[in-house]
C-alpha cells in the first residue's frame, strides 16, 4: 500500500471529484442489510486538469454487477444543451437516472420502504425508457443503412452461401432428427 501511495505523490495524481451518488459498491442486499461502500476511485494529473477543468466522474446505475459503472465527465456545453435540453428522451432517462440515484443516496443514509418502493418503480420506469431508445437508435441505424445500401454486399452474399451449406438438421435411419450442432457432430462421427 506504501508503494501505492509513493506512486500517487510521484506522480502528483489527484483524486477525481464525484457528481451524484459518490458509494461505487453495493452488497446488493435489500432493507436494512444493505451496505454502500465508495471503492472505486479515478485519479489524474494537473495537466489534465488544466485542459479538462470541469472534469468529473459520476457512478451510473447497477445493472449486473454489485459495482457501479463510473463515467468520466468531459463537459463541452453544446453537447450538453443538445442531449439534456433539445432531446427529450434522453432528457426523461436522465431525470429517471437522477430519480434512481437519488433514491439510492436516501437509502444509503437510512431505509425507508416508501424511497425503496420509488426507487424499484424508477428503475423500472427507466428500463422502459432505456429499451425505447434502443430501438430509436435500431430503426436510424436501418434507415441509414437503408439509404445507403448493402456496402459490404460480398461479404453477406458469401455468408448466405456458407449458411446454405450448413447443415442444420439431420433425421437418421430410425426416425430421429437431431437439430443441435453437437448432435449432429455426434452422429456424423459415429457413423464415418
Same mark, same amino acid.
Given at each position: 500500500?506504501?508503494?501505492?501511495?509513493?506512486?500517487?505523490?510521484?506522480?502528483?495524481?489527484m &483524486?477525481?471529484?464525484?457528481?451524484?451518488?459518490?458509494?461505487?459498491?453495493?452488497?446488493?442486499?435489500? &432493507?436494512?442489510?444493505?451496505?454502500?461502500?465508495?471503492?472505486?476511485?479515478?485519479?489524474?494529473n494537473l495537466?489534465? @486538469?488544466?485542459?479538462?477543468p470541469?472534469?468529473?466522474?459520476?457512478?451510473?446505475?447497477?445493472?449486473?454487477s454489485d459495482?457501479?459503472?463510473?463515467? @468520466?465527465?468531459?463537459?463541452?456545453?453544446v453537447l450538453?444543451?443538445?442531449?439534456?435540453?433539445?432531446?427529450?428522451?434522453?432528457?426523461?432517462?436522465?431525470? @429517471?437516472?437522477a430519480?434512481?440515484?437519488?433514491?439510492?443516496?436516501? @437509502?444509503q443514509?437510512?431505509?425507508?420502504?416508501?424511497?425503496?418502493?420509488?426507487?424499484?418503480?424508477?428503475?423500472?420506469?427507466l428500463?422502459?425508457w432505456q429499451?425505447?431508445?434502443?430501438?430509436?437508435?435500431?430503426q436510424?441505424?436501418?434507415?441509414?443503412?437503408?439509404?445507403?445500401?448493402?456496402?459490404?454486399?460480398?461479404f453477406?452474399?458469401?455468408?448466405?452461401?456458407r449458411?446454405?451449406?450448413?447443415?442444420?438438421?439431420?433425421?437418421?435411419?430410425d426416425?430421429?432428427?437431431?437439430?443441435?450442432?453437437?448432435?449432429?457432430?455426434?452422429?456424423?462421427?459415429?457413423?464415418?
Amino acid at each position: 500500500m506504501e508503494d501505492f501511495c509513493n506512486f500517487i505523490d510521484a506522480g502528483g495524481l489527484m &483524486e477525481i471529484s464525484f457528481r451524484g451518488n459518490k458509494f461505487s459498491w453495493c452488497n446488493g442486499q435489500s &432493507e436494512m442489510v444493505r451496505s454502500w461502500a465508495r471503492l472505486d476511485r479515478a485519479l489524474c494529473n494537473l495537466c489534465c @486538469l488544466e485542459l479538462f477543468p470541469s472534469v468529473s466522474l459520476k457512478c451510473l446505475d447497477r445493472q449486473s454487477s454489485d459495482h457501479a459503472p463510473m463515467l @468520466l465527465g468531459l463537459v463541452d456545453p453544446v453537447l450538453h444543451w443538445n442531449s439534456d435540453v433539445f432531446g427529450w428522451t434522453g432528457a426523461h432517462i436522465k431525470r @429517471l437516472e437522477a430519480r434512481v440515484e437519488e433514491g439510492e443516496v436516501s @437509502l444509503q443514509e437510512g431505509f425507508s420502504e416508501d424511497v425503496e418502493n420509488d426507487v424499484l418503480a424508477s428503475r423500472l420506469e427507466l428500463s422502459i425508457w432505456q429499451k425505447g431508445e434502443e430501438l430509436r437508435i435500431a430503426q436510424q441505424v436501418k434507415n441509414v443503412w437503408i439509404d445507403h445500401g448493402e456496402i459490404n454486399s460480398s461479404f453477406f452474399k458469401a455468408m448466405q452461401v456458407r449458411r446454405a451449406r450448413m447443415v442444420t438438421k439431420m433425421q437418421l435411419s430410425d426416425g430421429r432428427v437431431l437439430s443441435s450442432p453437437e448432435e449432429i457432430h455426434d452422429a456424423a462421427v459415429v457413423h464415418f
